[in-house]
């Protein structure tokens, strides 16, 4: 993305007319971040307790980092999501105001 494109979104975002919704949104993303986190230790820790063999201990380990790594993922590409939608709300909104005003 260029600069330009860049400076418009940031402009968008700092001026939005939907605070409390990228607020709840980037609320919900840390909570998806948390429970990645929480996932993946208590994943860990039933693993352990398990006395897994050799090799069930190797796919439990793996187990444990892909599942959170996914719900990142997951996190992430919604957060992102939900943004462009107020991104896109936003800019009709402004589209629209400047074509209400000139008029």
């Known amino acids: 993305m260029d600069a ?13 007319a939907y605070p409390t919704y990228r607020t709840i949104v980037g609320v919900i993303a ?9 996932v993946g230790i208590v994943q860990y ?3 352990q307790k398990a006395r897994l063999g050799s090799d069930e201990h190797v796919k439990g ?8 790594v996914l719900i990142v993922i997951a996190t992430a590409f919604l957060k992102e999501a939900a943004l462009i939608l107020a991104d896109i709300s936003d800019s009709i909104t402004d589209a629209n105001s400047k074509n209400q005003s000139g008029a």
């Open 4 to 16: 330009r494109k860049k400076q418009y979104v940031a402009q968008i975002r700092s001026n939005t």
């Open 30 to 38: 840390v909570l998806g971040y948390l429970t990645a986190v929480i």
């Open 45 to 47: 820790f039933v693993m």
């Open 61 to 68: 380990l793996l187990f444990c980092f892909v599942v959170p």
